[in-house]
T-cell receptor, first 114, second 111 residues
Framework: DVKVTQSSRYLVKRTGEKVFLECVQD?????MFWYRQDPGLGLRLIYFSYDVKMKEKGDIPEGYSVSREKKERFSLILESASTNQTSMYLC?????????????FGQGTRLTVV | QKEVEQNSGPLSVPEGAIASLNCTYSDRGSQSFFWYRQYSGKSPELIMSIYSNGDKEDGRFTAQLNKASQYVSLLIRDSQPSDSATYLCAVSVSGNTPLVFGKGTRLSVIA
């Protein structure tokens, strides 16, 4: 079974803090994604990565950065947390080869910025 | 802007009935289509994928795809209270592009 693991289930951070959200997948998937999910807005793509050291902006990258130094790990960084970044953050990974292209999600991190 | 549209619901069906969930998408180049189920407070889990026109059945679930109409649907037969969740439709152009999600349809199965 594919396993995508996010480092924290719940986080509470203060405004202005630098926040790191970690995601690890164990299936050698090429693609990894960070989404945030808010009521009424659905899942919105923040950043994605095709491969190690590759990154692409999604629909809402402002205030975020990412790092992918190893294939299995994709980190989301909130440079200076703000209250409007309070949200559910979801990491996903996806295989590209073999014809099956489903994305699998981690358990999510509910971040509260106070 | 690629868009995926779903009725937000809630869609209420009695236990044992067929639930029908619908999704339309804007990008004609889309090649891969997925249905995810999300329980409250949990992350989405994949329940169906479909890549070619027609029907695909898996247990009580049937996904239907019509690329000409840019329409994909999910039928849930013999609906159970445990099927009560939000169902997300997702679409991608290729294996190397992100999934674009609809906002989801909330399904409530009444016992």
């Amino acid at each position: 079974d594919v396993k995508v693991t996010q480092s924290s289930r719940y986080l509470v951070k203060r405004t202005g803090e630098k926040v790191f959200l970690e995601c690890v997948q164990d299936m050698d998937h090429e693609n990894m994604f960070w989404y945030r999910q808010d009521p009424g807005l659905g899942l919105r793509l923040i950043y994605f990565s095709y491969d190690v050291k590759m990154k692409e902006k999604g629909d809402i990258p402002e205030g975020y950065s990412v790092s992918r130094e190893k294939k299995e790990r994709f980190s989301l960084i909130l440079e200076s947390a703000s209250t409007n970044q309070t949200s559910m953050y979801l990491c996903a990974s996806r295989v590209v080869t073999g014809g099956f292209t489903e994305a699998f999600f981690g358990q999510g991190t509910r971040l509260t910025v106070v | 802007q690629k868009e995926v549209e779903q009725n937000s619901g809630p869609l209420s069906v009695p236990e044992g009935a067929i639930a029908s969930l619908n999704c339309t998408y804007s990008d004609r180049g889309s090649q891969s289509f997925f249905w995810y189920r999300q329980y409250s407070g949990k992350s989405p889990e994949l329940i169906m994928s479909i890549y070619s026109n027609g029907d695909k059945e898996d247990g009580r679930f049937t996904a239907q795809l019509n690329k000409a109409s840019q329409y994909v649907s999910l039928l849930i037969r013999d609906s159970q209270p445990s099927d009560s969740a939000t169902y997300l439709c997702a679409v991608s152009v290729s294996g190397n592009t992100p999934l674009v999600f609809g906002k989801g349809t909330r399904l409530s199965v009444i016992a």
